[in-house]
């Protein structure tokens, strides 16, 4: 599943790093830490390597406001 915003890419690629074992899994945080609990590396890879061109920084759409 590709990512809907930079932000996600990024943590999605930070999450991918620890699984690799080229970062500690404690420095992971937020997104990070849960992209990398709960999904395998191929989808880490696939989620990471989206093309970065006319996505938001952030995807307002997933913000849900209380």
């Known amino acids: 599943m590709p990512a809907k915003s930079q932000a996600q890419q990024k943590a999605a690629g930070a999450a991918l790093s620890a699984k690799k074992g ?3 899994v404690r420095d992971l945080k937020g997104a990070s830490k849960s ?7 191929p989808e880490l890879e696939d989620m990471a390597h989206t093309s970065r061109s006319g996505k938001p920084q952030h995807n307002r ?3 849900s406001h209380h």
Do not use: P
């Open 22 to 24: 080229d970062t500690k």
């Open 61 to 63: 759409a997933s913000r």
């Open 35 to 41: 992209m990398y609990d709960s999904m395998s590396k």
